[in-house]
């Protein structure tokens, strides 16, 4: 497994923060506030990625809507337990945040690496169009004992793979965050717009079994895909 928890999950963003600041929750007296970033794809969509900041890295300026920037982190997940049951919330906590540089040129606006653990069995599929889907659940061991569970989605090739691995197989992953808007039945005549946000793969990586206590120097398998609709 990963040695280092902050090595295995590792988010690094660039967006417009399209909405003002919100007061999320507060933990041993340090206030965290939570805001939309705006990040574009390679094609006219962008993905709203939700983002958790504490107070004491917005104590140096005023974040505002409009506003280009670029925050480093995790993605993290959250149970929200509530009368109408358990909820998994997604979000990236931001360990640093800063202003987008001008002059800055960001070849990559959206791009995450995980190592971890298939923890339910994959989905393999296939859309009407004959493309191939894979719908992995992915945890990510944090410090203190705790786990991120990411709903990660494998293209083509890689899907085809992931299909075939059990629980418990280790894997990397590298690939964006995607939100995708979609629509929930709640009743006969009614339905709700809701939005997912999942991990998409572009390159993946499995680790050999026998050598995951030696820090994962091996590889067995290695695919790098590109997601199709950017």
Not at 6 to 27: K, Y
Not at 33 to 53: G, K
């Amino acid at each position: 497994m990963a040695k280092n928890t902050f090595d295995n999950n590792e988010v690094e963003i660039t967006g417009r923060v399209n909405n003002a600041l919100t007061f999320s929750h507060e933990v041993y007296g340090e206030g965290f506030y939570s805001f939309m970033l705006e990040v574009p794809r390679l094609s006219d969509v962008a993905d709203n990625i939700p983002i958790m900041v504490s107070e004491r890295l917005l104590k140096d300026f005023t974040l505002q809507a409009g506003d280009e920037m670029e925050v480093q982190g995790q993605f993290r997940s959250y149970n929200n337990y509530s009368d109408k049951g358990n909820k998994l919330i997604l979000t990236v906590f931001a360990r640093d945040i800063k202003f987008l540089d001008e002059n800055k040129k960001v070849k990559n606006p959206n791009y995450i690496y995980l190592n971890g653990y298939i923890c339910k069995s994959p989905i393999y599929r296939t859309t009407p169009f004959g493309r191939e889907i894979c719908d992995v659940l992915l945890a990510v061991n944090r410090a203190y004992n705790k786990s991120d569970y990411i709903p990660c989605i494998a293209w083509g090739r890689n899907a085809r793979y992931c299909g075939t691995l059990e629980v418990g197989a280790n894997i990397k992953i590298w690939g964006r965050i995607q939100s995708r808007a979609y629509q929930k039945r709640i009743s006969e005549e009614d339905t709700v717009n809701k939005i997912a946000y999942e991990v998409s793969i572009s390159k993946m990586e499995v680790a050999n079994k026998d050598e995951e206590d030696e820090d994962e120097k091996d590889l067995i398998y290695g695919y790098e895909d590109e997601n199709e609709e950017g």
